[in-house]
T-cell receptor
Framework: QKEVEQNSGPLSVPEGAIASLNCTYS??????FFWYRQYSGKSPELIMF????GDKEDGRFTAQLNKASQYVSLLIRDSQPSDSATYLC??????????????FGKGTKLSVKP | AAGVIQSPRHLIKEKRETATLKCYPI?????VYWYQQGPGQDPQFLIS???????DKGSIPDRFSAQQFSDYHSELNMSSLELGDSALYFC???????????FGSGTRLTVV
């Protein structure tokens, strides 16, 4: 089992709809969780990070974390064609004060249709 | 704002040649990471440096080595290149990793 699992998609939603992206992780020691957006051939861009159970909102984006279920999600409200990209979920295993590193899921490809 | 600078942007090498990729982190960031991303794949962690010391090692082949210099820039050295090494190589930096990484634009390596 891969440490970070995502549906590869593609996930297709109409413009203006809510896109829901999901991610599960296997290591209960994971401390922090990140969502990156990556356009084809470009570098990943940090959208949101979350550490605590519950919801965190930033503009059209809401990250949700449930550590008991080892589940993190990203909601994109009022989806725009420019949101079409691959969304990478990443998890930090930060043990004992070390810097750790991010483990990425394979990403979910989102397509927003005009 | 300053970003993570990688050079070169594109590199074409022949099999068995050597390549050196460079990364200049955001000023005052204390950690540098190297990732490899093959076509359609997720980024795979290679190696990281914290305050110029190797802090973690991932799936980096023995043919590759990396170091971080006194000015905090980092270099990834790749020898005996194979066709399968063709990929995007990203460098990222962070200040106290908990805040997430900032990625550079990447170096696209093509081995022919």
């Amino acid at each position: 089992q891969k440490e970070v699992e995502q549906n590869s998609g593609p996930l297709s939603v109409p413009e203006g709809a809510i896109a829901s992206l999901n991610c599960t992780y296997s290591d209960r020691g994971s401390q922090s969780f990140f969502w990156y957006r990556q356009y084809s051939g470009k570098s990943p861009e940090l959208i949101m990070f979350i550490y605590s159970n519950g919801d965190k909102e930033d503009g059209r984006f809401t990250a949700q974390l449930n550590k008991a279920s080892q589940y993190v999600s990203l909601l994109i409200r009022d989806s725009q064609p420019s949101d079409s990209a691959t969304y990478l979920c990443a998890v930090n295993r930060n043990y004992g004060g070390s810097q750790g590193n991010l483990i990425f899921g394979k990403g979910t490809k989102l397509s927003v249709k005009p | 704002a300053a970003g993570v600078i990688q050079s070169p942007r594109h590199l074409i090498k022949e099999k068995r040649e050597t390549a050196t990729l460079k990364c200049y982190p955001i000023p005052r960031h204390d950690t540098v990471y190297w990732y490899q991303q093959g076509p359609g794949q997720d980024p795979q962690f290679l190696i990281s440096f914290y305050e110029k010391m190797q802090s973690d090692k991932g799936s980096i082949p023995d043919r590759f080595s990396a170091q971080q210099f006194s000015d905090y820039h980092s270099e990834l050295n790749m020898s005996s290149l194979e066709l399968g090494d063709s990929a995007l190589y990203f460098c990222a930096s962070s200040l106290r990793q908990v805040y997430g990484y900032t990625f550079g634009s990447g170096t696209r390596l093509t081995v022919v």
